[in-house]
């Protein structure tokens, strides 16, 4: 079993960067691709960005690519999520996920097994 929680959002303003964190444990993350989703008010969670076991690969929906960064750190247990250029339709809880098994292009939550609580990422204008 691998533990997630997220850490590093909180409330900035149009045009700035936060930089979201994802710390596993219970296991080595090492053979297990990750993927950040988010789930603003009244909608449903929608893929932001993915990525293979040892950053081989990444994906990055249409909506934070060029914005958004997403990376990783097997000897930390770690994934982690730059984002810069904030915009007030980022607004949503932010969630870690991990899947058994490699591949970046994984972009439905279903694929991933296990998730972290969220952490609130707020953008004001």
């Known amino acids: 079993q691998v533990q997630l929680v997220e850490s590093g959002g909180g409330l900035v303003q149009v045009g700035g960067s936060l930089r979201l964190a994802c710390a596993a444990s219970?296991?080595?993350?090492?053979?297990?691709?990750m993927a950040w989703f988010r789930q603003a008010p009244g909608k449903g969670r929608e893929f932001v960005s993915s990525?293979?076991?040892?950053?081989?690969?990444?994906f990055y929906d249409g909506s934070v690519k060029g914005r958004f960064t997403i990376s990783r750190d097997n000897a930390r247990n770690t994934m982690y999520l730059q984002m810069d250029s904030l915009k007030p339709e980022d607004t949503a809880v932010y969630y870690c996920a991990a899947r058994d098994g490699r591949g970046a292009l994984y972009t439905t939550a279903n694929w991933y097994a296990y998730w972290g609580r969220g952490t609130q990422v707020t953008v004001s204008s």
């Open positions: 219970g296991r080595s993350i090492s053979s297990s691709a």
């Open positions: 990525i293979d076991v040892n950053a081989g690969g990444t």
